[in-house]
Protein backbone atom coordinates (compact mmCIF):
# COMPACT_ATOMS: atom_id res chain seq x y z
CA UNK A 1 0.00 0.00 0.00
CA UNK A 2 1.02 3.27 0.16
CA UNK A 3 3.51 5.02 2.42
CA UNK A 4 5.85 7.61 3.67
CA UNK A 5 8.95 6.59 4.58
CA UNK A 6 12.39 8.21 5.88
CA UNK A 7 15.86 8.08 4.37
CA UNK A 8 17.89 8.11 7.66
CA UNK A 9 16.32 6.44 11.14
CA UNK A 10 19.04 8.70 13.52
CA UNK A 11 20.53 11.96 12.97
CA UNK A 12 23.38 13.57 14.51
CA UNK A 13 24.25 17.40 14.50
CA UNK A 14 26.50 19.57 16.50
CA UNK A 15 24.56 22.63 18.41
CA UNK A 16 24.13 25.78 16.41
CA UNK A 17 24.50 23.47 12.96
CA UNK A 18 21.73 23.21 10.52
CA UNK A 19 19.67 20.09 10.44
CA UNK A 20 18.25 18.44 7.36
CA UNK A 21 15.53 15.84 7.64
CA UNK A 22 14.38 14.47 4.45
CA UNK A 23 11.12 12.21 4.27
CA UNK A 24 10.18 10.22 0.39
CA UNK A 25 6.39 9.66 0.02
CA UNK A 26 4.33 7.93 -2.63
CA UNK A 27 0.81 8.32 -2.74
CA UNK A 28 0.86 11.16 -5.53
CA UNK A 29 -2.54 12.17 -4.58
CA UNK A 30 -1.31 13.66 -1.12
CA UNK A 31 -2.24 17.09 -0.99
CA UNK A 32 -1.12 18.17 2.65
CA UNK A 33 1.80 17.34 4.38
CA UNK A 34 2.49 17.80 8.36
CA UNK A 35 6.16 17.72 9.97
CA UNK A 36 5.60 16.60 14.22
CA UNK A 37 8.40 16.45 16.63
CA UNK A 38 7.66 14.20 19.27
CA UNK A 39 9.93 14.10 22.75
CA UNK A 40 10.73 11.35 25.06
CA UNK A 41 7.22 10.73 26.99
CA UNK A 42 4.95 13.02 24.49
CA UNK A 43 2.75 12.91 21.97
CA UNK A 44 3.77 14.33 18.61
CA UNK A 45 3.64 18.07 18.48
CA UNK A 46 2.59 20.25 15.24
CA UNK A 47 5.94 21.88 13.81
CA UNK A 48 4.81 22.75 10.38
CA UNK A 49 2.53 22.12 7.03
CA UNK A 50 2.99 22.75 3.61
CA UNK A 51 0.07 22.04 0.80
CA UNK A 52 0.90 20.67 -2.32
CA UNK A 53 0.47 23.81 -4.35
CA UNK A 54 3.63 25.41 -2.83
CA UNK A 55 7.17 24.34 -2.96
CA UNK A 56 8.27 26.18 0.41
CA UNK A 57 6.81 27.75 3.94
CA UNK A 58 9.33 28.98 6.14
CA UNK A 59 8.67 29.58 10.56
CA UNK A 60 10.75 30.40 13.49
CA UNK A 61 13.69 28.50 12.65
CA UNK A 62 12.40 25.82 10.43
CA UNK A 63 11.69 25.11 6.86
CA UNK A 64 9.70 22.63 4.43
CA UNK A 65 10.64 22.14 0.91
CA UNK A 66 8.50 20.03 -0.96
CA UNK A 67 9.10 18.51 -4.15
CA UNK A 68 6.16 17.04 -6.37
CA UNK A 69 8.40 15.99 -8.93
CA UNK A 70 9.93 13.15 -6.64
CA UNK A 71 7.64 12.90 -4.05
CA UNK A 72 10.51 14.04 -1.36
CA UNK A 73 9.48 16.25 1.53
CA UNK A 74 12.53 18.06 3.72
CA UNK A 75 12.41 19.42 6.98
CA UNK A 76 15.19 22.13 8.45
CA UNK A 77 15.83 23.32 11.27
CA UNK A 78 18.66 26.34 11.87
CA UNK A 79 21.10 26.64 14.22
CA UNK A 80 19.81 23.29 15.99
CA UNK A 81 19.75 23.54 19.95
CA UNK A 82 19.63 20.60 22.40
CA UNK A 83 15.95 21.27 22.77
CA UNK A 84 15.44 20.59 19.17
CA UNK A 85 16.41 16.59 20.17
CA UNK A 86 13.55 14.27 19.26
CA UNK A 87 12.13 11.95 16.76
CA UNK A 88 10.62 13.65 13.45
CA UNK A 89 7.72 12.40 11.85
CA UNK A 90 6.80 13.28 8.31
CA UNK A 91 2.61 12.60 7.89
CA UNK A 92 0.53 12.99 4.43
CA UNK A 93 -2.79 13.34 4.26
CA UNK A 94 -4.79 12.83 0.81
CA UNK A 95 -7.57 15.55 1.04
CA UNK A 96 -11.64 15.68 0.85
CA UNK A 97 -11.51 13.00 -1.49
CA UNK A 98 -8.98 10.48 0.26
CA UNK A 99 -10.77 10.67 3.40
CA UNK A 100 -9.31 14.22 4.12
CA UNK A 101 -9.08 13.16 7.90
CA UNK A 102 -6.00 9.81 7.47
CA UNK A 103 -2.54 11.13 8.05
CA UNK A 104 0.00 8.39 6.75
CA UNK A 105 2.58 8.43 9.18
CA UNK A 106 6.26 8.05 8.62
CA UNK A 107 8.28 5.89 11.03
CA UNK A 108 10.15 8.63 12.48
CA UNK A 109 14.05 10.31 12.43
CA UNK A 110 15.66 10.69 16.01
CA UNK A 111 17.34 13.68 15.65
CA UNK A 112 20.70 14.13 18.35
CA UNK A 113 22.25 17.70 19.06
CA UNK A 114 25.55 16.88 20.49
CA UNK A 115 26.94 19.85 22.43
CA UNK B 1 -4.83 25.95 27.74
CA UNK B 2 -6.25 23.99 24.30
CA UNK B 3 -5.13 20.31 24.68
CA UNK B 4 -6.66 16.95 24.09
CA UNK B 5 -6.97 14.60 27.80
CA UNK B 6 -6.39 11.25 27.25
CA UNK B 7 -6.65 8.85 30.93
CA UNK B 8 -5.27 6.97 32.41
CA UNK B 9 -1.28 7.67 31.13
CA UNK B 10 -0.24 4.01 32.26
CA UNK B 11 -2.58 1.00 32.06
CA UNK B 12 -1.48 -2.91 33.00
CA UNK B 13 -4.16 -5.07 32.07
CA UNK B 14 -5.28 -8.60 31.71
CA UNK B 15 -6.04 -10.92 28.88
CA UNK B 16 -9.81 -10.48 28.01
CA UNK B 17 -10.95 -7.66 30.45
CA UNK B 18 -12.96 -4.82 29.29
CA UNK B 19 -11.48 -1.60 29.16
CA UNK B 20 -12.18 1.61 27.86
CA UNK B 21 -9.69 4.60 27.46
CA UNK B 22 -11.14 8.14 27.56
CA UNK B 23 -10.35 11.43 25.37
CA UNK B 24 -11.29 14.88 25.91
CA UNK B 25 -10.64 18.14 23.61
CA UNK B 26 -11.60 21.59 24.74
CA UNK B 27 -11.08 23.16 21.30
CA UNK B 28 -14.42 22.60 20.18
CA UNK B 29 -12.81 19.91 17.19
CA UNK B 30 -15.05 18.14 14.89
CA UNK B 31 -12.36 15.88 13.72
CA UNK B 32 -10.84 13.09 16.47
CA UNK B 33 -8.54 10.30 16.30
CA UNK B 34 -6.79 7.13 17.61
CA UNK B 35 -3.54 5.81 16.98
CA UNK B 36 -1.01 3.58 17.98
CA UNK B 37 2.62 4.02 18.04
CA UNK B 38 4.56 1.26 17.51
CA UNK B 39 8.44 0.75 17.75
CA UNK B 40 9.08 0.29 14.13
CA UNK B 41 5.38 0.87 12.39
CA UNK B 42 5.04 4.67 13.66
CA UNK B 43 1.68 5.99 14.31
CA UNK B 44 -1.08 3.69 12.63
CA UNK B 45 -4.41 5.06 12.60
CA UNK B 46 -7.35 2.85 14.60
CA UNK B 47 -10.58 5.00 13.88
CA UNK B 48 -11.89 8.32 13.21
CA UNK B 49 -14.86 10.44 13.94
CA UNK B 50 -15.99 13.41 11.72
CA UNK B 51 -18.41 14.81 13.87
CA UNK B 52 -20.90 14.04 16.71
CA UNK B 53 -22.25 10.27 15.90
CA UNK B 54 -19.87 10.02 12.70
CA UNK B 55 -17.04 7.06 13.04
CA UNK B 56 -15.25 5.05 10.56
CA UNK B 57 -12.41 2.96 10.71
CA UNK B 58 -8.72 3.89 10.47
CA UNK B 59 -6.00 1.26 9.23
CA UNK B 60 -5.84 -1.31 12.20
CA UNK B 61 -9.43 -0.99 13.62
CA UNK B 62 -9.73 -4.70 14.74
CA UNK B 63 -10.47 -5.08 18.47
CA UNK B 64 -11.35 -2.23 19.04
CA UNK B 65 -14.42 -0.27 19.33
CA UNK B 66 -15.21 3.95 19.72
CA UNK B 67 -17.84 5.81 20.10
CA UNK B 68 -18.63 9.52 19.69
CA UNK B 69 -21.35 10.79 22.05
CA UNK B 70 -20.60 14.42 22.32
CA UNK B 71 -18.18 16.51 20.15
CA UNK B 72 -15.43 16.64 23.28
CA UNK B 73 -15.20 12.84 23.95
CA UNK B 74 -14.06 10.22 21.96
CA UNK B 75 -13.24 7.30 23.93
CA UNK B 76 -11.64 3.81 23.18
CA UNK B 77 -12.90 0.62 23.91
CA UNK B 78 -10.77 -2.52 24.28
CA UNK B 79 -13.88 -5.64 24.39
CA UNK B 80 -11.33 -8.15 25.48
CA UNK B 81 -7.89 -6.63 25.12
CA UNK B 82 -5.52 -9.29 24.08
CA UNK B 83 -1.53 -9.05 24.57
CA UNK B 84 -1.19 -7.71 21.00
CA UNK B 85 -3.02 -4.66 21.79
CA UNK B 86 -0.23 -3.54 24.13
CA UNK B 87 0.98 -0.15 22.62
CA UNK B 88 1.03 3.45 22.95
CA UNK B 89 -1.68 4.98 22.27
CA UNK B 90 -2.28 8.47 21.07
CA UNK B 91 -6.06 10.40 20.70
CA UNK B 92 -5.87 13.48 18.44
CA UNK B 93 -8.50 16.13 17.20
CA UNK B 94 -8.80 18.99 14.68
CA UNK B 95 -10.79 21.29 13.22
CA UNK B 96 -12.38 21.16 9.41
CA UNK B 97 -9.78 23.27 8.11
CA UNK B 98 -6.60 21.02 8.17
CA UNK B 99 -4.65 23.13 8.63
CA UNK B 100 -2.19 23.22 11.86
CA UNK B 101 -3.08 19.56 11.94
CA UNK B 102 -4.02 17.47 14.63
CA UNK B 103 -3.62 18.15 17.81
CA UNK B 104 -2.38 14.81 20.17
CA UNK B 105 -2.86 14.08 23.57
CA UNK B 106 0.31 13.21 25.70
CA UNK B 107 -0.47 9.63 25.09
CA UNK B 108 -1.81 5.74 26.99
CA UNK B 109 0.85 3.71 27.62
CA UNK B 110 -1.33 0.05 27.63
CA UNK B 111 0.05 -3.48 28.64
CA UNK B 112 -2.23 -6.35 28.36
CA UNK B 113 -0.82 -9.53 29.96
Known amino acids: GESVGLHLPTLSVQEGDNSIINCAYS??????FIWYKQESGKGPQFIID?????DKRQGQRVTVLLNKTVKHLSLQIAATQPGDSAVYFC??????????????FGTGTQLKVEL | EAQVTQNPRYLITVTGKKLTVTCSQN?????MSWYRQDPGLGLRQIYY???????DKGDVPEGYKVSRKEKRNFPLILESPSPNQTSLYFCASRNRDRGGGYTFGSGTRLTVV
Open chain 1, 50 to 54: IRSNM
Open chain 2, 27 to 31: MNHEY
Open chain 1, 91 to 104: AENMGVTGGGNKLT
Open chain 2, 49 to 55: SMNVEVT
Open chain 1, 27 to 32: NSASDY
